[in-house]
């Protein structure tokens, strides 16, 4: 079992529509969570981090955290073709550095 | 501005030859850290260091070395034992390991001819 876990996608939606993506992760000591957005050929930005369990919410962004179902996701509100890019989860236990999901492809159809 | 600069932005690595990465910050960030990413995957850790002069392997440290003699600076080295060295090197650091947010720089694109 991989450590954190992502749908690969691609995962399309319309403009305007919500794009919900979504991560699990194996190691229940984890501490924080982060969501990471690469474009093609780039290196990953940070869209947001959440360290609690619930819904923490960012302009269109809102990360949601369930450490009982040792699950994350980040739902992105009026997607835009902007959007469109590699979605990375990444799970950090405090002992040293960040693991990486393989990420989710999302589409955003004009 | 503050910030993470990787230096070249691509590298072509003869067959049997090391080659260097470079890595500088001046965020002032503790803890600097090597990613490799191969198309369509997540990153793997290669090696991190948390403080001047300590680095600790990752999860793929065979075929590379680094040094962090100066709290600014961690480069990579690519030796001749690494044989599938092609792949984008990610660079990273953070205030202090662990918890904090990772900032990353702008990749190195390493290529064998």
């Known amino acids: 079992q991989k450590e954190v876990e992502q749908n690969s996608g691609p995962l399309s939606v319309p403009e305007g529509a919500i794009a919900s993506l979504n991560c699990t992760y194996s190691d229940r000591g984890s501490q924080s969570f982060f969501w990471y957005r690469q474009y093609s050929g780039k290196s990953p930005e940070l869209i947001m981090f959440i360290y609690s369990n619930g819904d923490k919410e960012d302009g269109r962004f809102t990360a949601q955290l369930n450490k009982a179902s040792q699950y994350v996701s980040l739902l992105i509100r009026d997607s835009q073709p902007s959007d469109s890019a590699t979605y990375l989860c990444a799970v950090s236990t405090g002992r040293r550095a960040l693991t990486f999901g393989s990420g989710t492809r999302l589409q955003v159809q004009p | 501005d503050g910030g993470i600069t990787q230096s070249p932005k691509y590298l072509f690595r003869k067959e049997g030859q090391n080659v260097t990465l470079s890595c500088e910050q001046n965020l002032n960030h503790d803890a600097m850290y090597w990613y490799r990413q191969d198309p369509g995957q997540g990153l793997r850790l290669i090696y991190y260091s948390q403080i001047v002069n300590d680095f600790q392997k990752g999860d793929i440290a065979e075929g590379y070395s680094v040094s962090r003699e100066k709290k600014e600076s961690f480069p990579l080295t690519v030796t001749s034992a690494q044989k599938n060295p092609t792949a984008f090197y990610l660079c990273?650091?953070?205030?202090?390991?662990?918890?904090?947010?990772?900032?990353f720089g702008p990749g190195t694109r390493l290529l064998v001819l």
């Open positions: 990273a650091s953070t205030e202090a390991g662990g918890r904090e947010t990772q900032y």
